[in-house]
C-alpha cells in the first residue's frame, strides 16, 4: 500500500477526478477526508468506500473559509494528522470575456477555485510543518497553462492557483513541504453542471471552441488519479512545484 499509514483530504470528492482520487487514494491505505457540496453524491461515496478503508464526509462550499478550514480540523481531530491534501474541487465560468464579465461569477470561480485551496492550504501548514513533511496537490487545468480554453474568469483563477502552488513550494522547500499542480486536459468529468447553459456566451464559447478542437485524447478520471497518487506518495519525496500537464499532448500545440 503506497499511502499506508497516511491521511488525506480531497475536495470536490464526490465525482469526476475527486471521486477518483478518493477511490484510489482508500484504495492504497490513505485515511480520507472526502469533501463536496453534493452531501447526497457524497453520502453515496462514502457509503461505497468505507467498505474498503477509512474515510469521513464533509459537507459545504469550499469557497467558505470556515468549511475550508474544517476539513483540515476534521483530519487532524479524527485521524490525529494531515499528511496529504489535495484541492480538486472546481467550477467552470460561463466562457465569457472580460467585456461580458459578471461580478457574481467572477467570485463564484474565484472563491471556489482559488480561495477554497488557499484557505485549506493555509490551515494545514502549522502541523505539516510541526510533523517536517505533507504534500498539497493542486487540480489546476489546462486553462493554467493556456489563455484559450475557457473564459477569463477560470483561466484567471487557474493561472492564480499554479501561483500559489509555486510560492508554497519555495517559500517551504527545506521544510520538508511539497507543493505540486497537476494541469488536466479535456477530461470526462460532470464540471458542465456548473455551467447553466442559458448563461453561456456565444462569442466566448465559439472562441475556446478553436482551441478546444485541438483536443488530441479525453482523458478518463483515473488516469488524473493515478498522478494525484504519485505525488501524494512518497515516491515523488523531492518533486515540489512541478507544473504538470496531463493532457494527452494538448499543451503541445
Not at 46 to 75: C, Y
Not at 81 to 107: K, P, T
Not at 233 to 249: M, N, Y
Request: glycine share 12%; aromatic share 4%; net charge neutral.
Amino acid at each position: 500500500m503506497r499511502l499506508a499509514g497516511k491521511v488525506a483530504v480531497v475536495t470536490g470528492a464526490a465525482s469526476g477526478m475527486g471521486l477518483a482520487i478518493a477511490r484510489l487514494f482508500v484504495g492504497e491505505g490513505a485515511r480520507v477526508v472526502a469533501a463536496d457540496w453534493n452531501a447526497e453524491r457524497l453520502d453515496k461515496v462514502v457509503t461505497e468506500l468505507s467498505k474498503t478503508g477509512s474515510i469521513l464526509p464533509s459537507h459545504g462550499n469550499i469557497a467558505d473559509q470556515a468549511t475550508a478550514e474544517g476539513l483540515v480540523d476534521l483530519a487532524i481531530t479524527n485521524f490525529g494528522q494531515l499528511d496529504i491534501l489535495c484541492n480538486n474541487a472546481g467550477v467552470m465560468d460561463y466562457m465569457q470575456g472580460l467585456d461580458e464579465l459578471s461580478d457574481d461569477i467572477w467570485r463564484k470561480v474565484m472563491g471556489i477555485n482559488l480561495d477554497g485551496p488557499m484557505f485549506t492550504s493555509r490551515r494545514a501548514l502549522p502541523g505539516m510543518l510541526k510533523r517536517g513533511t505533507g504534500s498539497i496537490i493542486n487540480i489546476a487545468s489546462t486553462a493554467a497553462l493556456h489563455g484559450g480554453c475557457a473564459g477569463v474568469a477560470y483561466t484567471t483563477s487557474k493561472h492564480a492557483l499554479v501561483g500559489l502552488t509555486r510560492s508554497t513550494a519555495w517559500m517551504y522547500a527545506k521544510r520538508g513541504i511539497r507543493c505540486n499542480a497537476i494541469c488536466p486536459g479535456a477530461t470526462a468529468t460532470n464540471i458542465q453542471e456548473s455551467m447553466a447553459m442559458d448563461r453561456l456566451s456565444p462569442v466566448g464559447g465559439a472562441r475556446a471552441g478553436e482551441f478546444n478542437a485541438l483536443v488530441p485524447v479525453v482523458l478518463d478520471p483515473g488516469d488524473i488519479a493515478s498522478l494525484a497518487l504519485f505525488l501524494a506518495s512518497d515516491e515523488s519525496r523531492h518533486i515540489s512545484g512541478a507544473i504538470i500537464p496531463a493532457d494527452g499532448g494538448w499543451s503541445a500545440a
